[in-house]
């Protein structure tokens, strides 16, 4: 294993660990409710801190102008993360913890997207970084559901043994390329790598917000989904093995982004799942939302990279963890409105949006 594909890896690795806490997100909120540490009301709060702490540091950084994290800040980065769980299992500190993990959260997602967007080849390095996240994400996701006894302190015990694994493997495998000279956009003014982000937040609303409904809606239509948690989980896995398969083949090719073929998959996942009455459409439209979606993510985020790397690893995080908060409120408010078929419809759109950078070259030269 070459040093540079070494460090993608134990970048992905660490990077997976920053999103954890969001994947598991619906799984804590039932057991601090379960476990009488919070009522049902205010449990939502625990996502919310994880949120905010993850979002803070995704914007602190770039505004710092941080580039490189190195080993030893990582390393320290894992062990905060660790105390910020047990801080939450004292009593009155339950929030401030998870806000603690929250912002190392933060650091890992930056280290994971940065060190994929400097890379020699982000169309290849993206789709590495996000694969290895579904599979460890769903994998852990698993994990922590068939330890999980309703008990908060066992939880954390459980989430604190799978998350010190992550990280120790990730930092040992991580280490930044010092020799590597900084990297430079090659166009600094262009507008094209502000309307490459633009639509990094689009896509990012219409799918989250999508998402955010998509069980709750499915149970108004009569949908039972006793099994969806481990359904759920195993989509994860599948569409991560699905990213790591695919990496060496058409999504190294920065040429053929295929944002028509993904955008169209990706809208029809998103109808079927939002429409449906049958339980096996209903997950073969998931399966397809699910792969839709991080396969677009990954070649989007690629192309973002493309154009400006150093401005694109700097701001992707935070770019879609504000698309990730707007998304469940503005469907909330249309659900208030009655208006769940606009952000169907809206959620669709956003699938196909991405097919406006296929004519970056016309759009850069016509701004020059």
């Not at 990077?15 to 379960?34: D, E, F, K, N, Q």
Request: hydrophobic share 55%.
């Amino acid at each position: 294993m070459n040093r540079d594909f070494r460090a993608l890896i134990g970048a992905s690795v660490l990077s997976s660990a920053g999103s954890l806490p969001l994947h598991l997100a619906p799984l804590i909120v039932a057991v601090v409710v379960t476990d009488g540490r919070m009522s049902v009301a205010d449990a939502g709060w625990v996502a919310t801190a994880v949120l905010l702490g993850t979002l803070a540091t995704a914007i602190l950084l770039p505004l710092l102008d941080v580039r490189l994290i190195t080993r030893p800040f990582a390393t320290m980065l894992a062990g905060t993360l660790l105390f910020g769980l047990l801080l939450s299992s004292l009593p009155g500190l339950l929030l401030v913890g998870w806000f603690i993990v929250g912002i190392c959260c933060g650091g890992f997602q930056y280290l994971g997207t940065s060190t994929a967007a400097t890379h020699s080849r982000p169309a290849f390095a993206f789709p590495i970084r996000l694969g290895t996240v579904l599979c460890i994400a769903g994998l852990t996701v698993a994990a922590v559901r068939f330890f999980e006894t309703g008990s908060y302190l066992v939880m954390l015990f459980v989430l604190a043994a799978v998350l010190g694994l992550i990280t120790a493997g990730g930092i040992v495998l991580y280490g930044p390329l010092k020799s590597r000279p900084p990297t430079v956009d090659r166009d600094p003014a262009s507008p094209l790598r502000y309307l490459a982000l633009a639509i990094v937040f689009v896509l990012f609303v219409g799918q989250t917000g999508l998402l955010a409904y998509v069980v709750q809606q499915a149970g108004t239509r009569g949908i039972g989904l006793g099994g969806a948690f481990w359904a759920l989980a195993m989509m994860k896995v599948g569409a991560g093995l699905c990213l790591l398969l695919l990496a060496r083949s058409g999504l190294q090719n920065r040429q053929n982004p295929r944002f028509v073929e993904l955008g169209i998959l990706l809208a029809g996942g998103n109808f079927v799942v939002a429409t449906t009455t049958s339980l096996p459409l209903f997950f073969a439209g998931l399966l397809g939302l699910e792969l839709g979606f991080n396969l677009l993510s990954a070649r989007l985020q690629a192309t973002a990279a493309d154009i400006a790397p150093s401005f694109a690893g700097k701001w992707l995080v935070a770019t879609i963890l504000l698309g990730a908060a707007a998304g469940p409120a503005l469907h909330g408010l249309a659900l208030r409105l009655d208006a769940n078929a606009a952000f169907i419809v809206f959620a669709m759109v956003s699938a196909l949006v991405p097919v406006i950078l296929l004519g970056r070259s016309h759009f850069r030269l016509h701004f020059n």
